[in-house]
């Protein structure tokens, strides 16, 4: 008791008395109370229950019949005894504790049983009543709020009609629910927060299905009902509604509603809406609007898209001064990220490079630096649009933007940006300051060394000058080894000197440092068909089928090697693959007729043959096609439109006006047959096949003149013969026989034009007239040849999609700056 501090008697202690107890419920010394013990051993215990107004209680205020007498008053007129110890005359509350099993309404003999064991299992719970009004209007309830959410999932999950479709039951269902409390007479009870989620859940699966007008027709209802709070704020949505339509001055409207009805205390939510304002003014050209909006902006909660639209909007009006102002807010705007030094550990404690390790590449990291290259893209696009603007020299412009970066906090956009600069001085065409601009990068840090490097091989490739490409190829690749374009570079250098074995191997060392790589992919492919590997080069155009879905080329050269692999069918799939996506390229439609034409699908192959004239009537070897597919049908008339237009096309060459005349000729039209040889004649004197026709007209219809052509005729062979002794004594002497013979084949190409392909057009020409006529060449055999195939041999085009590139140039070389630059 020495260590008990005792409280004084003036001290107001507030947690005195707990410790005390009434005796009457002290059982455990009812053995030792002689008070006890003498009132069961006499009558005293054994009268009868006295009775009192209230059950269970002695008379009121009576005191307990113990031994120890009235010492404690009863606290209640109950007669319930007080708990604890009074002190100071102040009675304690009493306590909800009641001693178990005791109670004075027990009558005499009763069994002791606390815990109420004889009255046996409790009765079972009573069934829930569903049939009531109140437990309607709750499974309703719950019915519309499980619809709700099953709408927001199934939009979440991009089913945008099933969404819609819970969002219009959800609709149904509350509309029940109403009904049925106003039948119950429970209408104060409607929730409204249950009708506005429904019918903002409804408007809002609307506008995502494209039903404009029923989702504003909603969101009116939402809007006019004062009894929904805030619900002015939706006037936003549906100012975002009239944007979607292109009905900018209304979305300014409830733009603006909404921005009356918002506080001051929602900054975000009033900047947000001044946006939309801004960019709304600049769709309908209002840029003075338009900048008084993104001016606030800047000034309140400056932000990078925001700084962005403002330069936009200055660039639009021509203000250079403030196109200087508003980038420098740009650079300045602060993007709220950590530094990359905070993931880079400071010493070798294995828990903090863990940690480290953790947080490198998790969501968080991924946004920030989502966020850094957002804002490095706008400033790039920024500099490089009011670059040639602001100064009087676009190169003045970019040195001013470079400074200004150079002391913002992003620096390392700077060298970005001189490498921007010469590529706009190749867009300009002034080469010579692009590569001395490049050139300035060669001692700086390995990364922009080896972007520029790239850059300057890339334009020396592209003068054909291969020994500098080499070079700074090499250049690029000791500066940065992993860099893919620099070993595409230097494996097209290697291309054209014809080393593919070599070459293939940078391309597949680009591929190991990036899988991605798709210019590697198909420069390889390239080389693996000069290598005659068939096989792997249509793998490695299947793989990039697959990445590239699109790409005209790579769907040509697949049709290409399939054809080389002698499997036209699969070349005519892919090319008609190919017209899917290039529609209207005359090549592609030209070579499809060429396949159909080698399957002797005269029908189709005509078709794509003439679909390939429409969209390019010059080719000649397209209108020598249809003109002798046109006389082997025998509608020559329609033959001689064809011929007509390549006489246009090189009017020189005799052999398409003679096949005009032969048109005119076999159609029965000898008049108009006769001026078109005399025509020729004229140009071309010393013609053969003109004489003998001419000759052959003549005599037919009966002319005077034919005795003079008839002498021509005889001149000009004898003219030949003498010329072909000529070259064949020429043959036997060597010096003389040089001279004469270039004097021959000058004469000759003057008189047929004895160019591989004009001797080739000739010999056609030459079987144009009926196998019974006079004049005809001496090797039938090669004139009935020459139309069972109306092209005859001809030499392999440049295996290109659209005649845009031939196969050397073929190579998918690395853009100007692709690897820093963000379009």
């Not at 005195?16 to 051993?41: H, I, K, M, W």
């Not at 550990?345 to 850094?372: C, F, G, W, Y």
């Not at 592209?462 to 500098?468: A, I, P, R, V």
């Not at 001496?778 to 659209?802: N, W």
Request: aromatic residues 10%; hydrophobic residues 35%; glycine residues 6%.
């Amino acid at each position: 008791m020495e260590n008990v501090h005792l409280a004084a008697e003036d001290e107001d202690d507030l947690y005195s008395g707990y410790n005390d107890y009434n005796p009457t419920f002290d059982s455990e010394e009812l053995d030792n109370d002689v008070g006890f013990q003498q009132a069961v051993r006499t009558s005293h215990g054994r009268r009868p229950p006295m009775t009192a107004k209230f059950p269970g209680t002695a008379l009121g205020g009576r005191p307990i019949g113990t031994s120890f007498g009235s010492r404690m008053p009863m606290g209640s007129s109950m007669g319930r005894p007080t708990t604890g110890a009074v002190q100071d005359g102040a009675a304690r509350p009493m306590t909800a504790v009641r001693a178990a099993g005791y109670s004075s309404s027990l009558a005499r003999g009763s069994t002791f049983d606390p815990l109420g064991q004889s009255r046996g299992p409790a009765p079972p719970l009573e069934a829930k009543n569903e049939d009531t009004p109140e437990e309607k209007i709750k499974i309703l309830e719950k019915k519309v709020n499980d619809l709700i959410e099953e709408s927001c999932l199934a939009q979440g999950n991009g089913d945008l009609q099933l969404a819609l479709e819970k969002a219009k039951e959800a609709g149904r269902k509350e509309r029940a629910l109403v009904r049925q409390r106003e039948q119950t007479g429970t209408a104060d009870h409607i929730t409204l927060d249950l009708t506005y989620s429904v019918l903002f859940n409804l408007a809002n699966q609307y506008a995502n299905n494209d039903m404009n007008t029923e989702a504003l027709n909603t969101y009116q209802v939402i809007v006019k009902n004062k009894m929904f709070n805030n619900a002015g704020r939706l006037k936003v949505n549906m100012g975002n509604i009239y944007f979607k339509q292109k009905n900018y001055p209304k979305a300014i409207k409830f733009y603006r509603m909404a921005l009356d009805q918002i506080s001051n205390a929602h900054t975000e939510m009033r900047i947000k809406i001044m946006q939309n304002i801004g960019v709304s003014f600049i769709r309908m050209g209002q840029y003075s609007d338009a900048i008084t909006s993104f001016d606030h902006i800047m000034s309140e909660s400056p932000n990078i898209k925001t700084g962005f639209n403002l330069i936009l909007c200055y660039y639009a009006i021509g203000d250079r001064e403030r196109m200087k102002k508003s980038f420098q807010k740009l650079i300045c705007v602060l993007l709220g990220i950590d530094e990359e030094d905070k993931y880079i550990s400071p010493n070798d404690d294995p828990h903090t490079n863990l940690l480290i390790e953790a947080i490198k590449n998790d969501q968080l990291h991924q946004m920030e630096r989502e966020r850094k290259a957002l804002a490095e893209k706008y400033i790039m696009t920024s500099a490089k649009l009011i670059a040639p603007a602001i100064e009087s020299t676009f190169a003045a412009g970019f040195d001013w933007c470079v400074d200004m970066v150079k002391s913002s906090q992003y620096v390392e956009l700077a060298n970005d940006l001189e490498i921007n600069k010469a590529i706009t001085y190749l867009r300009q065409k002034e080469f010579n300051q692009a590569v001395e601009t490049l050139k300035t990068f060669e001692k700086k840090d390995s990364r922009v060394k080896s972007a520029a490097a790239t850059n300057l091989s890339f334009l020396y490739f592209l003068e054909k000058d291969y020994d500098q490409a080499d070079r700074y190829a090499d250049l690029a690749m000791n500066a940065d080894r992993y860099n893919p374009a620099a070993l595409i570079n230097k494996g097209n250098t290697v291309f054209v000197k014809e080393d593919y074995e070599k070459a293939a191997e940078f391309y597949k060392e680009a591929l190991r440092n990036d899988s991605s790589c798709t210019e590697a992919l198909y420069n390889l492919g390239l080389t693996y068909k000069r290598l005659g590997r068939l096989e792997e080069a249509l793998d490695c155009f299947l793989k990039l089928h697959a990445i590239l879905r699109n790409s005209a080329q790579v769907m040509y050269q697949l049709a290409n090697l399939y054809e080389m692999l002698e499997d036209p069918h699969q070349a005519i799939e892919w090319l008609m693959q190919l017209i899917t996506v290039t529609p209207t390229d005359p090549h592609v439609l030209a070579k499809l007729g060429e396949l159909y034409d080698n399957e002797g699908d005269k029908s189709q192959a005509f078709q794509y043959y003439y679909e390939s004239f429409r969209y390019f009537p010059s080719n000649i070897e397209v209108i020598e096609w249809l003109g002798a597919y046109y006389i082997d049908t025998q509608f020559c008339e329609k033959a001689i439109q064809y011929f007509e237009r390549a006489t246009l096309i090189q009017p020189n060459n005799v052999v398409w006006q003679l096949m005009v005349a032969s048109c005119y000729r076999r159609s029965g039209n000898y008049q108009k047959a006769l001026e078109t040889y005399k025509d020729i004649h004229r140009k071309f004197p010393e013609n053969v096949e003109c004489l003998r026709f001419l000759v052959r007209l003549c005599t037919d219809m009966g002319l005077k003149e034919v005795q003079d052509y008839a002498t021509k005729l005889k001149k000009v062979e004898k003219m030949k013969e003498i010329r072909e002794q000529r070259v064949k004594s020429g043959r036997e002497s060597s010096a003389r026989g040089r001279r004469e013979g270039s004097a021959s084949s000058d004469s000759g190409q003057s008189s047929h034009g004895t160019s591989a392909k004009g001797e080739r057009l000739s010999v056609k020409l030459r079987s144009l007239p009926g196998s019974n006529e006079p004049y005809e060449a001496s090797s039938q055999r090669d004139l009935d040849a020459s139309y069972v195939d109306p092209l005859g041999p001809q030499m392999e085009r440049p295996k290109t999609a659209a005649k845009k590139r031939t196969e050397e140039d073929e190579f998918a070389d690395e853009e100007l700056g692709d690897d820093l630059l963000p379009e």
